[in-house]
Every structure is written in structure tokens, then in C-alpha cells.
């Protein structure tokens, strides 16, 4: 969307920035009112911003004056809006939303100038079963650079905030996106080699009882897993919770306890041992991409050699485990 159509749902701020040669840096003072209305202070506002508070004050005040408007009433307690600063907001964060679209699709069609392509994944991929792909592709087409992302953070390919994502999901979601699926996303329990050498492998969740558990965070994946522990009773067995999978992963190949794994990587894992699978609701690992990029030679060029490779690194040792269900 434009920046003046995003802006035309109120005059007032549709004047300032559209009709302004310098609105970029009304637009440095836009963003610290809309700090300021959600944290109520300048103080709060300018750590957020990274700003000290006078420079803060500065800037919400500047804006009111090329307003002509007054935004907040300056109490002891904080800043809070007035009547007009609370009927501006709305439009406020739209053009900030419009702002951050327009720098993403610029970002978007500067990489494609440079045939670079921003793939983003999460790093319990990225560096384990899509490193020694990235490698290959180098090696093929060393014309394109590969800007990886490894954020667990979900990025708006309608955007332009990156121009393939891998994604564990049910199935594709978002506007426009599009994509194939490379696999299954199963999980199963795993443990080291040398814990199986010291306390053996339980293949049960009874056999699991009393034995050492290593947990996960308590958001997306990580939360489904938490569940999985409390239905189970595992909760007290827990010794360790970490908030990375990529941390899980160390700590079960250290040795301290079992954890629930995505096969797609654990099974790559020669100093790891998958104890038994347990039923789990049907997700699958995707490769995604906008449909405005499925006719750029550069994006498709990636997707098809991730996807080959891929789709054999995955299959190549699937169905070993049979699924335990008690």
C-alpha cells in the first residue's frame, strides 16, 4: 500500500507526510509518539527508542507544534493521551505499518538487484541438515549469495522481510505465500550414546518414568512438547529447560538427559539414539515462497536445489522407528 493511502484515513497526518518534502524526519517524530503512547512515558519511550528522554520530549513536542495539535497531557504519573492524540493513534500506527512495508519491499527489490536471496529458517536447521546444503549451492552457483536468517521469528514474505523461509506447519499460511512440502516434521524421544551405555534406552513412556528429562520453551513447538510432559507426568522428572531447540539439542548430546527431537534432524545425529516415537499432530516441514517471486530466476533457482536436496537428506532414513503409542 501507498503511504498516502494508508495516511488519507486522517487529514491531518495525510498533510504532514504526504505533502512534505522532509517527512522523513516527521517521521522520526511520529515514531517516538507512538513509543511514548505505548509506554506513557518519555523516560520508558527513549529506552525503548534507544534515545535519551529529552531528545524524546523534543521530538513529541516538535510534532505537536507542526500539528497544531496538542497529543498528551504532561502528568506526574506520565504522558497520557489527550482526546485528539487518542483519535490520531489509530492512523499514527497505520502509516508506521505502511512505513515499515515500503523499507522491507525496498530492502526486497535492492537484494534482487544484487542477486542476492534472504532465506530464513530456524537455526536448529540451519546448522545442522542445511549447512552442508548451502555449501553445495555455493559450490554450484557461486553467482548468488545466501543471506540466512535464522530468527525462530515468523517473517512476512508478502513483505519482502525475506524471500524463501523454511517452515515447520500444518500447511502454508499468509497472503500470497506459496510452497512444497519436504517432509514430515515427526518428533521423537532421543538420548546420547553414552546415556544409553550407563542407564539403558527406555522405549515407553513408562520405562521414561524417573529417568532425567530435558525440557523446552513454552512457545509454538516448544509449548506442544510442555503439554506432552504434563499429560505424560514428566514434569518433575525435568532437570534442565531450555528455550532454544538448538540447546536442546546440545544437552542431549551431552549426555544429561532425553528430550523430544525433530526426527528430521536427530536422526542426521551419529552420537544419538532414538528411543521410540509417539503419535503427534500432522505437520511437515515446508519451502516457501511469495507467488510475486515464483518467476524471479534467482529465487526459483534456490528453491528447486533446496528442495531436491532437501527432500533426499530427509527420506533417506525414514521409517526406522516404528511409532510407540503408550
Not at 511514548?36 to 505537536?64: F, I, Y
Not at 523461509?165 to 510452497?179: F, K, L, Y
Request: charged residues 25%; hydrophobic residues 45%; glycine residues 10%.
Amino acid at each position: 500500500m501507498y503511504l498516502g493511502d494508508q495516511l488519507q484515513t486522517n487529514t491531518v497526518l495525510g498533510d504532514l507526510f504526504c505533502g512534505n518534502a522532509e517527512w522523513m524526519e516527521d517521521w522520526d517524530d511520529l515514531r517516538h509518539f507512538l513509543a511514548v503512547a505505548d509506554t506513557g512515558s518519555t523516560l520508558a519511550a527513549g529506552r525503548k527508542l534507544r534515545v535519551s528522554q529529552t531528545t524524546c520530549a523534543r521530538r513529541v513536542a516538535a510534532l505537536e507544534t507542526r500539528l497544531g495539535v496538542r497529543l498528551f497531557d504532561r502528568k506526574p504519573a506520565g504522558y497520557l493521551l489527550t482526546s485528539d492524540g487518542a483519535a490520531l493513534l489509530g492512523a499514527a500506527q497505520g502509516a508506521a505499518d505502511a512505513v515499515e512495508a515500503f523499507a522491507q519491499a525496498a530492502e526486497s527489490r535492492a537484494r534482487a538487484a544484487r542477486s542476492v536471496v534472504r532465506l530464513t529458517a530456524s537455526e536448529i536447521f540451519a546448522v545442522t541438515m542445511l549447512a552442508p546444503v548451502l555449501r553445495d549451492f555455493h559450490d554450484a552457483r557461486p553467482d548468488i549469495r545466501i543471506e540466512l536468517d535464522t530468527s525462530d521469528e515468523v517473517r512476512d514474505l508478502a513483505a519482502g522481510a525475506a524471500d524463501i523461509a523454511i517452515r515447520i506447519a500444518g500447511s502454508p499460511s499468509g497472503a500470497g505465500v506459496i510452497g512444497r512440502r519436504v517432509a514430515d516434521d515427526d518428533w521423537a524421544i532421543y538420548c546420547s550414546r553414552g546415556f544409553a551405555a550407563a542407564r539403558g534406552i527406555p522405549r515407553s513412556i513408562e520405562e521414561l518414568r524417573g529417568m532425567p528429562i530435558i525440557g523446552g520453551g513454552e512457545e509454538g513447538v516448544w509449548r506442544m512438547y510442555g503439554e506432552y510432559l504434563r499429560h505424560f507426568g514428566l514434569v518433575d522428572s525435568m532437570v534442565m529447560q531450555h528455550n532454544t531447540s538448538l540447546g536442546l539439542l546440545a544437552a542431549v548430546r551431552s549426555g544429561l538427559g532425553l528430550s523430544a527431537l525433530p526426527c528430521l534432524v536427530a536422526d542426521h545425529e551419529p552420537d544419538l539414539i532414538c528411543c521410540f516415537r509417539t503419535p503427534q499432530p500432522t505437520r511437515g516441514m515446508w519451502l516457501l515462497i511469495h507467488e510475486r517471486s515464483r518467476g524471479e530466476p534467482r529465487i526459483r533457482t534456490v528453491v528447486d536445489f533446496l528442495y531436491t536436496r532437501l527432500v533426499h537428506a530427509t527420506q533417506r532414513d525414514a521409517g526406522q522407528v516404528a511409532t510407540v503409542t503408550t
